[in-house]
């Protein structure tokens, strides 16, 4: 799959991610307080048929201690949702797929839960602020782990990778892969985690343009800690 794609391909890409983000909404508006994992990852689903679509992959809805132990976890529990909630999904739009992460907190998250999360944010944004044409990929994966400082013993995955017809496309974004540069009009996601043992996990991720005027996201649902009481 070509890593630059064509106006038709981005237009194709960014319905996807508006169809994502329409459906993330509908979510907000749920009793999620209420539901479990299942029950979320199971509305996702129908949400997605609904519009007449398939998923990009399978919906990844894991919460609590869970979301601390696995990064993409087999299948979500009957438990019910709470703490950091990591929502994952995507639609495929005339073979084309997006990709998002939000986390929520179902509860009332501590100053340090909420600094954590705030300090994730941060490193996305500023991930994003540098994704610019000619930027090598490894130097955006490094700058995220740089800012995460000792925390980022706990960012176990890579920072991001391409979109397209398949979820997983070129270039990978980590710091060991030293070739890829990003050049104009390639899709990829910008998708940093925490994942603490036993305690928590939490991820933020966008699907984005790479534009002459930088990096655009093309999914916008809100990023801002959502607390669910």
Known sequence: ??????????????????????????????????????ELRDFILE??????????FKPIVTSGKQAG????????????????????????????????????????PNKKEKDLYNKLLASQIGAMKISRIGEKCASID???????GKDAKYFIHTLGHGV???????????????????KENMVITIEPGLYIKNKLGMRIEDTCL???????PLTKSPKNLIVVK
């Open 47 to 56: 949400q997605i048929k609904k519009r007449g679509l398939k998923k990009s």
């Open 210 to 216: 790479i534009t002459k005027k930088g990096c655009i």
């Open 69 to 108: 132990n696995e990064i993409h976890p087999f299948s979500p529990t009957n438990k019910k949702l709470k703490g950091f909630v990591i929502i994952d999904f995507g639609v495929i739009y005339e073979k084309y797929m997006s990709d998002m992460t939000r986390t929520i907190y179902v509860g009332i």
């Open 142 to 148: 490094a700058y995220v782990r740089k800012f995460l």
């Open 1 to 38: 799959m070509p890593q630059i794609k064509t106006k038709q391909e981005i237009a194709r890409i960014k319905k996807a991610c508006q169809i994502t983000d329409d459906i993330f909404s509908v979510v907000l508006r749920q009793d999620l307080k209420n539901m479990t994992e299942v």
């Open 164 to 182: 397209g017809t398949k979820i997983h496309e070129s270039p990978k974004l980590y710091y060991k892969k030293t070739k890829p540069v990003l």
